[in-house]
């Protein structure tokens, strides 16, 4: 079984430390929920796991599969079976969801067997449409040009069926830069909820405090000022949404 280890990890943006020390693991089969307001450091360690060049590692470890993937490229991380929501998150004219996606499977299984001819395009085929009806897309998604035009609830449904599609063993899906997409959180959690199974761990980020209106999370974290303060069941976002996030404040003045 797989699991994303991250270990005390440091990360300065810009010169400033960011994340304080962030010690999570998530295993394939659970569903974690990253939770905590804004500002306090979510995205930034979903773009370091994916590698952003802007995020400056200064300590720590992140282990996948016996490797320290701080230490690989963005695409050797997906090749190893990670999948790291917004890794393309610029429009690419000209290329269409499927045709992008076709070269994701390509690129993973020549990364596996350099042999590989890649996916026969009837196969492709096959496959992209049982998994659309699976989550419930219309066909004519897979024909529009990655990004170009997206909507941010667009955008979370091309990363839905990207993650469908290449069968990651760990997904870390963030919400939009917006934040307030409501949208957006309610179509990443139905594909969560529809893939989710032993093969699959994810790591959902949201600052959403009713996050269980949408999705039954196994672990919630709460991050708050670069440090995740707290960890539990479900019935720790039932009480962040009655409570706020006030209570934790005296956890980050005793930690730091
Ligand atoms: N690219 C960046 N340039 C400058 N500051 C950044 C950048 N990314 C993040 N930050 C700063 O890092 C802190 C954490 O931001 P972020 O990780 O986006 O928080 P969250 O996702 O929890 O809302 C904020 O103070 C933000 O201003
Ligand atoms: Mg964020």
């Given at each position: ?186 179509i990443?959690a139905e594909g969560?909820n ?63």
């Amino acid at each position: 079984m797989s699991e994303l280890q991250i270990v005390d990890l440091h990360v300065n943006v810009n010169g400033k430390e960011i994340l304080k020390g962030v010690n999570l693991t998530v295993r394939q089969g659970e569903v974690h929920a990253l939770m905590g307001p804004n500002g306090t450091g979510k995205s930034t360690l979903a773009y370091t796991l994916m590698g952003h060049p802007n995020y400056e590692v200064t300590q720590g470890e992140v282990w996948f599969k016996g490797q320290n993937i701080l230490e690989l490229e963005a695409d050797q991380r997906a090749h190893l079976g990670l999948f790291l929501a917004f890794q393309y998150p610029v429009a690419i004219p000209g290329v269409s969801v499927a045709n992008f996606l076709r070269a994701a499977i390509n690129a993973r299984r020549k990364a596996e067997n350099p042999e590989d001819k890649g996916i026969p395009i009837p196969e492709f085929r096959k496959q992209l449409k049982k998994v659309m009806d699976t989550l419930r897309m219309d066909h004519s998604f897979a024909g529009r040009y990655l990004n170009d035009g997206f909507s941010g609830g667009e955008k979370k449904r091309a990363e839905v069926l990207q993650m469908a599609m290449l069968k990651p063993e760990i997904a870390i899906m963030d919400e939009t830069d917006s934040g307030l997409d409501i949208d957006a959180l309610r179509i990443v959690a139905e594909g969560v909820n529809t893939l989710r199974g032993p093969d699959l761990g994810v790591l959902v980020i949201t600052h959403y405090q009713r996050i269980l209106n949408y999705i039954k999370p196994d672990i919630v974290h709460i991050m708050l000022d670069g440090r995740i303060v707290e960890s539990g069941g479900p019935d720790l976002a039932l009480h962040l949404e009655e409570h706020g996030y006030d209570w934790l404040k005296n956890k980050v003045e005793v930690i730091a």
